[in-house]
């Protein structure tokens, strides 16, 4: 493997922000090895594993986020983010990578126990770096991810075989 986490910019900024904390900066929200589907069904098709590129567990739970290559573009930062969850949920969850960057900034830690230091400092550092690296601001979008992608994710899901999963996204239009 080379040392390079993956072949998307974005991506391998985050990884070497995340490379240096042992904290969480987003509750939850941790980069795995990317595009390592080896944590799925064997029932999918290899229609369905083409075009998902696995990147990061979006939950403690097991919940995971995947890029959802809907068409042949080059920048591949710019491609529909899709939430698994660990439940049997499923939905585009951001627009682009981006978009989601932003959603973890506003993401809250909201467990029983005290918010812990290593936490808030951890947290300050991810949103100086957001910043730093992407702006102030979010990009706005007249539609959200689901109203813009949702119905199209359902009908590839049904084209590749996964009936089920169509259906939770048709769920959650």
């Not at 939850?28 to 990147?55: H, K, M, Q, T």
Request: aromatic share 14%; proline share 6%; glycine share 4%.
């Amino acid at each position: 493997m080379s040392e390079t986490y993956s072949p998307i910019p974005e991506l391998n900024l985050l990884k070497e922000f995340d490379d240096q904390y042992t904290d969480f900066y987003s509750p939850g929200f941790e980069l795995r090895e990317y595009n390592n589907d080896s944590s799925w069904s064997d029932s999918a098709s290899p229609e369905f594993y083409d075009r998902v590129i696995p990147f990061a567990q979006a939950t403690s739970s097991g919940s995971f986020y995947a890029l959802w290559r809907c068409d042949d573009r080059a920048d591949l930062a710019t491609l529909p983010v899709i939430l698994f969850g660990d439940e049997g949920d499923l939905y585009v969850s951001a627009h682009t990578l981006l978009d989601l960057f932003h959603d973890l900034a506003d993401e809250d830690f909201d467990g029983p126990a005290p918010v812990r230091e290593e936490y808030l400092t951890t947290r300050r550092a991810y949103l100086a770096w957001l910043e730093r690296n992407f702006g102030p601001t979010r990009p706005e979008h007249e539609l959200s991810p689901m109203e813009e992608y949702g119905r199209r994710f359902a009908d590839w899901l049904l084209s590749v075989g996964s009936e089920d999963a169509a259906d939770v996204v048709i769920e959650n239009l």
